[in-house]
Nanobody
Framework: QVQLVESGGGLVQPGGSLRLSCSVS????????MGWYRQAPGKERELVAS???????NYADSVKGRFTISKDDTKSTFYLQMNNLRPVDTAVYYC??????????????WGQGTQVTVSS
């Protein structure tokens, strides 16, 4: 019932910026966790940024100071602003959220992924 959809990926030159969006659909009562993950070819999926209840944030050291996670309280959408992108940031980016609706307790959900390619 709950579904996450990422958007905003694409091709960007080194030093450029992108903003990823994650739209959460369904009869959501609450989100207690939101996160962005990425997986590069030959690598394991890794945490990029997360936000928990109370807007506590956590960032991977490799993106700290360049990426920012945020959410829109008027709708079930959260974002990853990525600045000063580097080729090593190239990966498929996935959003993840723990949500509950009227029928299901807090459960993690994953989006389908969006490709980010940083290249000249």
């Amino acid at each position: 019932q709950v579904q996450l959809v990422e958007s905003g990926g694409g091709l960007v030159q080194p030093g450029g910026s992108l903003r990823l969006s994650c739209s959460v659909s369904g009869n959501i009562i609450s989100l207690n966790y939101m996160g962005w993950y990425r997986q590069a070819p030959g690598k394991e999926r890794e945490l990029v940024a997360s936000m928990s209840t109370g807007r506590q944030t956590n960032y991977a050291d490799s993106v700290k100071g360049r990426f920012t996670i945020s959410k829109d309280d008027t709708k079930s959408t959260f974002y990853l602003q990525m600045n000063n992108l580097r080729p090593v940031d190239t990966a498929v980016y996935y959003c993840n959220a723990r949500a509950r609706d009227y029928y299901t307790d807090y459960t993690p959900y994953w989006g389908q992924g969006t490709q980010v390619t940083v290249s000249s």
